[in-house]
């Protein structure tokens, strides 16, 4: 059964700091991955997908990379402002596609 | 990109009643459509898979005589919570994957079910 572990759980880091978010996942034979942000009681919005056999997406300030063999992906977040502050979860589909497991969340605040 | 939406966005019943949450794809044909539930601070669960034309598949430990999923278009499907308790309360959301192509979700902006 697929495990998605995100770490750090929480972080707060003052504004304009460069950082990065942790997903790790016990199988590797997965379709593919994606990062999705979610505002405090609202839906999911997605930000970035990774196909399985590619190492990184970029949109902006964010960019993300995917090693599949290790079974890990980073997301990492450049310059960060108040208005990213959320939370962030990776989620990885598997093989059959008919299976997306999400990790428990990053919860990232960012202060003025 | 692609369009999911929910109806209602936040409901308020009374313990025992039975409520209906709607999850359409706007903008394309949806086989599959995936209902999850999310408790405070928690993240998402998988509840079921709601494929159109046939029954459910609910995921262990979800009660599928409670949580009764109807797919029966390419963009609607329904998630009826019976005779609901305060424990039913929670974050409700659905996604579609969108067929064209790579397996992307599309998520719904969720229902925000209250039971009281």
């Known amino acids: 059964k697929q495990e998605v572990t995100q770490i750090p759980a929480a972080l707060s880091v003052p504004e304009g700091e460069n950082l990065v978010l942790n997903c790790s996942f016990t199988?590797?034979?997965?379709?593919?991955l994606q990062w999705f942000r979610q505002d405090p009681g609202k839906g999911l919005t997605s930000l970035l997908l990774?196909?399985?056999?590619?190492r990184e997406q970029t949109s902006g300030r964010l960019n993300a990379s995917l090693d599949k063999s290790s079974g890990r992906s980073t997301l990492y977040i450049a310059a960060s402002q108040p208005g990213d502050s959320a939370t962030y979860l990776c989620a990885v589909f598997n093989n059959a596609g008919n299976m997306l497991t999400f990790g428990g969340g990053t919860r990232l605040m960012v202060k003025p | 990109g692609a369009v999911v939406s929910q109806h209602p966005s936040r409901v308020i019943c009374k313990s025992g009643t039975s409520v209906k949450i709607e999850c359409r794809s706007l903008?394309?044909?949806?086989?599959?459509m995936f209902w999850y539930r999310q408790f405070p601070k928690q993240s998402l669960m998988l509840m079921a898979t709601?494929?159109?034309?046939?029954?459910?598949?609910?995921e262990q430990g979800v009660e599928k005589d409670k949580f009764l999923i109807n797919h029966a278009s390419l963009t609607l499907s329904t998630l009826t919570v019976t005779s609901a308790h305060p424990e039913d309360s929670s974050f409700y959301i659905c996604s579609a994957r969108d067929p064209r192509g790579g397996y992307e979700q599309y998520f719904g902006p969720g229902t925000r079910l209250t039971v009281t």
């Open positions: 709601s494929n159109e034309g046939s029954k459910a598949t609910y």
């Open positions: 903008d394309f044909q949806a086989t599959t």
């Open positions: 199988d590797s034979a997965i379709y593919n």
């Open positions: 990774i196909q399985s056999s590619q």
